[in-house]
Nanobody, 126 residues
Framework: QVQLVDSGGGLVQAGGSLRLSCVAS????????MGWFRQAPGKEREFVAY????????YYAESVKGRFSVSRDNAKNTVYLQMNSLKPEDTAVYYC???????????????????WGQGTQVTVSA
């Protein structure tokens, strides 16, 4: 069992930046690919970013490409989501998610992940 704890959310003005963190504990972090998802009020949870275990693969939703960057420090059992040039439409609860899968298949599907953080609120004001 892996426990994930998200943090780093907050209130920021449009154009600002935030860095989210996701720390894993419990069972070894080794081998886990990680994703970031978000859910705005009244909307379905949507894919934001993905990073493979050794960071050899990263993928982003079109809406965040060029603005968000996902990274990880396996020695610290931590995954990061750097969010720049934030827009009001980025407002949502952000969740990190983990899965133990040898391929990148289905990385954009929430159902493909086994473990989830509790979420951290990001609010971007106009």
């Amino acid at each position: 069992q892996v426990q994930l704890v998200d943090s780093g959310g907050g209130l920021v003005q449009a154009g600002g930046s935030l860095r989210l963190s996701c720390v894993a504990s419990g069972r070894t972090f080794s081998g886990y690919a990680m994703g970031w998802f978000r859910q705005a009020p009244g909307k379905e949870r949507e894919f934001v970013a993905y990073i493979s275990w050794r960071a050899g693969s990263t993928y982003y939703a079109e809406s965040v490409k060029g603005r968000f960057s996902v990274s990880r420090d396996n020695a610290k059992n931590t995954v990061y989501l750097q969010m720049n040039s934030l827009k009001p439409e980025d407002t949502a609860v952000y969740y990190c998610a983990g899965r133990l899968l040898p391929s990148d298949s289905g990385y954009y599907r929430a159902s493909a992940y086994n473990y989830w953080g509790q979420g951290t609120q990001v609010t971007v004001s106009a």
